[in-house]
């Protein structure tokens, strides 16, 4: 029997990150990929590899623009995700999450397509219960300089649910805990980039604080699998699933792990803590494994050994 037309799907933020592996998978999967993407925080090399794909499309667009084009599923990650990068242009940042998410609401209401949204643990803000659970409302500060970022990614939240609410749409939204991999831009200023980087150069590793705060480290490819599961769930499934690894980590034990992969010889130097850096994050993952069937699996020093192994052979030294 003949096959079908392809799914055709739209990965706003798909030359990031996440949205370049997300493409891989989905190109792997047998889907027509429609990449919107204006190139701020990402990177065409993400994507050289399936440029010419006849399954793949490049489109240069910024997301607070409206869209019109026919597709089946939007995958909305539209958003740098960086500490540097999203408070580079703040008023850009939450731009991009109120207005992106608009516009892809609208395009999804026109074509009835299924759309994902890429939120953050970042709405639960500086936690006062941990683990998180997707019923925590989190402890924001409204006015700092992650606000941007935080308080655009929860208005975000709030239209998802809304067009929910008021047009019936079958949408999704999934807060996603800090995640780390290949293709991670090596000036981004996260965390794991900055230290492995640092690492390798030989240079001084920053930590900031005292290196007391903790993170959970989910690595790239569990993460992937976790949204494709996620858009595949039936319409009545909408989220908030938080989606991360439950591991929990300090700074400390984090810059150890890299200094011993890496076989480094930096040294520890400490930074002040930036405002409202949260103290502590992890995930309660309880719906993400009763709903998608899912865990993150991957240990840290395997995800790290690989993501140092790119870092090492990307030219990003
Ligand atoms: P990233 O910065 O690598 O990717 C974001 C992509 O969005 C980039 O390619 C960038 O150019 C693009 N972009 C930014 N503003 C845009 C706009 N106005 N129009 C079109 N494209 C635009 O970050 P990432 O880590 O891949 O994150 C992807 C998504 O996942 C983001 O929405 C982020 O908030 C979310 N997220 C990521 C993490 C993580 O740990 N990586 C954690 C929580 C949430
Ligand atoms: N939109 C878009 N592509 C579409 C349909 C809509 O970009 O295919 C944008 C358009 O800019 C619109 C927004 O999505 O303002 C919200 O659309 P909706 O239909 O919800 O509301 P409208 O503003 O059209 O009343
Ligand atoms: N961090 C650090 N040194 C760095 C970069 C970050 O100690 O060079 C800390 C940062 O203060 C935070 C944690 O690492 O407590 C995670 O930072 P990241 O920017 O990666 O993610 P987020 O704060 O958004 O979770």
Redesign the pocket.
């Known amino acids: 029997m003949a096959e079908g037309p392809a799914k055709r799907v739209l990965v ?9 592996h997300l493409c891989d998978r989905l190109i792997a999967d047998g889907c027509d990929v429609l990449v ?8 065409k090399e ?1 994507l050289a590899h399936l440029a010419g794909h006849p399954r793949f499309e490049l489109l240069r ?4 623009f409206p869209l019109y084009v026919e597709v089946d599923e939007i995958y ?7 500490p540097i ?2 408070q580079h242009d703040p008023v ?2 939450t ?3 109120v207005h ?1 998410a608009i516009n892809m609401l609208g395009l999804a209401k026109r074509t009835g397509a299924r759309i994902l949204q ?5 709405v639960y803000g500086d936690p006062a219960e941990h683990p998180q659970t997707e019923d925590y409302w989190g402890n924001v500060n409204p006015i700092g300089v992650r606000s941007c ?1 935080d308080e655009g ?1 929860r208005c975000a939240e709030t239209l998802f649910f809304d067009y929910r609410r008021q047009h019936g749409m079958p949408i999704k939204v999934v ?6 991999g290949p ?3 090596p000036d ?1 200023g ?1 965390v794991v980039s900055n230290f492995i980087m640092q690492a390798l150069r030989g240079e001084d590793i920053t930590v900031y604080g005292d290196g007391s705060q903790t993170r959970s480290f ?1 690595y ?1 490819d569990d ?1 992937i699998e976790a949204l494709v599961r996620t858009m595949a769930t039936p319409d009545d499934v909408t989220g908030p699933i938080n989606l ?1 690894s439950t591991g929990e980590f300090t700074m400390l034990e984090l810059a150890a792990a890299v200094i011993e992969l890496t076989g480094s010889a930096s040294r520890l130097v400490f930074a002040p803590l930036p405002s409202d850096d949260p103290a502590q994050r992890r995930p309660d993952t309880t719906r993400a494994e009763t709903t998608l069937g899912w865990r993150a699996t991957t240990p840290l020093r395997e995800g790290l050994a690989r993501t140092v192994e790119y870092f090492r052979t990307a030219g990003a030294l």
């Not at 667009?61 to 607070?64: A, I």
């Not at 909305?76 to 960086?82: D, E, F, I």
């Not at 890429?118 to 970042?122: I, L, P, Q």
Request: with cysteine; charged share 15%.
């Open positions: 706003t933020g798909g030359a990031g990150f996440l949205g370049s919107a993407d204006n190139f701020f925080s990402g990177a993400n667009h910024d997301v607070t909305n990650l539209a958003c740098p995700a960086s990068y999203y850009q940042t731009k991009t999450s992106g890429a939120s953050t643990s970042e970022y990614k807060r996603i805990f800090n995640t780390y293709r991670m831009r981004d996260r989910c790239v993460l991360g």
